[in-house]
């Protein structure tokens, strides 16, 4: 699956919603991030659809670990682009105590 290269600007504007509850419990069910995300995965940015495109997740809200946590990132453009679809994941978020973080995700040099 290929993936457009973010600016900088885009890679700013987002945040994670860590697997990690308020009072620092591990979130089960073990895989709630690919749930989300794939429950997440028809909101796109205008061609990003393609014939394929029902494979992969959104590029706005996309699974990930951090430091061996669980996580999601969310991209804020959700927010602009489908204000429902936002409110849905930050109400998860708050709705099962998950811990939401201000915070870029950069990839490594030579990652995509």
Known sequence: MA???QS???LANE????GITADGRQFRPSDWADRLCGVMSCFR?????GRDSHLGYSTFVRPTHINGVKAVVVNEALRDFEPMAYHFVL???KDN????VDACLVPLPGEK
């Open 97 to 100: 105590g998950l811990q939401v």
């Open 8 to 10: 900088p600007k885009e």
């Open 15 to 18: 945040f994670f919603i860590l």
């Open 45 to 49: 940015p205008e061609g990003t659809s």
């Open 3 to 5: 993936e457009s290269a």
């Open 91 to 93: 109400n998860f978020a």
